[in-house]
């Protein structure tokens, strides 16, 4: 008991270090699983970076990431423009949020999977049908957060705005963007993860190219430190790209952060 | 006065209205609100453009509403829907269920201790962000193609959502009642059954919502990509044998459900808290 208070004092671990010493306890953990118990289920770390460097050494990684991440850059880019345009029109003008908004939340809470078929009888399994799942994935997402965004603005900032003489167009982009931004980038980031997901789907259950394909290989081969190399690097990518989103947001809502308790 | 036999009901009272027409004059004249007619006429024109595009479409690749609505409504008798939608929410029941419970559980352990908040918050994050969907292969590597495969993705897509709404509930619980639960001495378990627990409850129920909805989408990655059953058989079945109404009638039985899933828990939800 002395012992342990005693060690407790001496090594003092700083509470922020918590977080990556569990991750590094969970990787010793899963070495050790690995290594001494079933290296076919769970394929240790070690063996993971190895099959990793090969992937990446022989192409087979980078020619795959190329292929997903075209068919990604067109759906998601064309779900953001899609997106912010609906959605701001959604946001301010009352009879097209009416007009729309049944189809825009059925779509938001239907599994988009079940609607794959359809989008592959439309659109066929090449980059055009690949990229509109992905862009289906998204869109929904960065339309309610935007609608969101655009009419959950506080009247006073409306009313200071007028009687400054604003017009019209200085209300959208000096007082309405402003404010729906941090939402608006909240969105995206649920969205990205959303197209990223249907990214897998599309080469996964459909087409068979890309990253998609790699994980249906390897896992139906029992390759499972290749399998595991490939789910990671997903999983790293997406974690990057949500955490650069979570940034900007927190940036752009920095203004506000003043004046949450008025 | 009114006299004190007349029927309170506004359809009773129409109905022995001695008037020819007291079934709609017995109603109040509500002028329709500009929104119901927006979203009525809305819905019509889809429709009537479904069935247009429907009835000229050549290849046979969209129904008509109608044959969809008419395979719907088939499907939904001889019990085809109904026997799917069975299989497939076994599994959500399965693993929507445990995720709640072990869910709920490790978000008040780590609003207990700082440690295990510590210790978790790195993989939630990661798990947050991550797409569930490029686990399914490795679910297969694990658990095979059977009920525990497509349990364990269900609760990976609900999981990390009700673990970090209770853990937020419950870290939220206003620590002005937690010093008035003690000073009416209150400890320990009494303490969180008595005060904790019903303050973080708001929030707790909240995640358990979007929890049963992400393992819905979960349900339907799982019976379309792991392993065909269920639902997703059943649409990948009319798919492949190009019954593209019955394909489209399952489709939209997934849809309708989802939303009514949602709606429903939605407004459980308003209903249970309209005190907080």
């Not at chain 1, 993860?193 to 087409?207: T, W």
């Not at chain 1, 949500?242 to 308790?261: D, E």
């Not at chain 2, 027409?21 to 453009?49: C, D």
């Amino acid at each position: 008991m002395g012992v342990i208070v005693a060690a407790r004092r001496n090594v003092s671990v700083s509470p922020r270090l918590y977080g990556p010493i569990a991750v590094l306890v969970g990787l010793l953990l899963w070495e050790f699983v690995g290594r001494f118990f079933d290296p076919l289920l769970f394929a240790p770390p070690s063996a993971v970076v190895q099959a990793w460097v090969g992937l990446v050494e022989s192409g087979e990684l980078p020619r795959a990431a190329s292929v997903s991440l075209l068919a990604l850059a067109m759906g998601f880019g064309t779900a953001i423009v899609v997106g912010l345009a609906i959605g701001m029109v959604m946001g301010l003008y009352q009879p097209a949020k009416h007009v729309l908004d049944i189809y825009v939340s059925t779509l938001m809470a239907a599994p988009m999977i079940a609607l794959l078929p359809i989008i592959v009888l439309g659109f066929g399994l090449e980059v055009p049908g690949r990229a509109v799942i992905i862009f289906l994935f998204a869109v929904f997402t960065i339309i309610v957060n935007t609608e969101a965004g655009m009419s959950s603005i506080k009247a006073q900032y409306l009313e200071m705005a007028r009687s400054f003489g604003l017009d019209r167009k200085q209300i959208l982009l000096e007082i309405r963007l402003p404010n729906a931004l941090p939402g608006i980038l909240a969105g995206m980031r649920v969205a990205l993860i959303r197209a990223i997901s249907g990214m897998v789907v599309a080469e996964l259950f459909l087409a068979l190219t890309g990253i998609g394909y790699l994980l249906r290989l390897y896992g139906e081969s029992f390759k499972t430190p290749e399998l595991f190399a490939v789910i990671v690097t997903v999983v790293i990518v997406a974690v990057l790209a949500s955490g650069l989103l979570n940034r900007l947001a927190r940036r752009f809502s920095q203004w506000q952060r003043g004046m949450r308790w008025e | 006065m009114t006299a004190p036999t007349e029927p309170r009901g506004r359809l009773l009272r129409a109905l022995v209205s001695p008037s020819p027409v007291g079934l709609f004059s017995g109603f109040p004249r509500r002028r329709w609100s500009q929104k119901t007619v927006l979203r009525l006429s809305s819905l019509l024109v889809f429709a009537v453009a479904w069935e247009t595009f429907g009835r000229l479409d050549a290849t046979l690749l969209l129904p008509p509403l109608s044959s969809v609505l008419e395979a719907f409504v088939a499907m939904l008798l001889d019990g085809t829907l109904i026997g799917a939608l069975a299989v497939s929410l076994q599994g959500w029941a399965v693993g929507f269920g445990v995720s709640a419970v072990a869910g709920v559980w490790l978000g008040l352990l780590m609003a207990r201790s700082p440690l295990v908040e510590r210790v978790a918050n790195p993989y939630l994050d990661a798990l947050l962000a991550a797409p569930t969907i490029a686990f399914i292969p490795l679910f297969v590597v694990w658990f095979g193609l059977g009920l525990t495969a497509r349990v364990s993705v269900i609760f990976c897509y609900a999981f990390t959502l009700v673990t970090v709404n209770s853990f937020a509930g419950i870290r939220g619980v206003d620590a002005g009642l937690i010093d008035m639960g003690r000073s009416f001495g209150l400890t320990g378990g009494r303490l969180f059954w008595k005060i904790v627990l019903p303050a973080a409850l708001p929030l707790i129920v909240a995640g358990l919502r979007l929890g049963a909805a992400r393992a819905f989408v979960g349900m339907v990655a799982a019976d379309t990509v792991l392993v065909l059953v269920g639902i997703g058989a059943l649409i990948a079945f009319y798919n492949a044998t190009f019954r593209f109404p019955e394909m489209y009638a399952a489709i939209l039985a997934v849809v309708l459900l989802a939303v009514a899933m949602v709606e429903l828990l939605a407004y459980l939800q308003r209903r249970a808290f309209r005190w907080a």
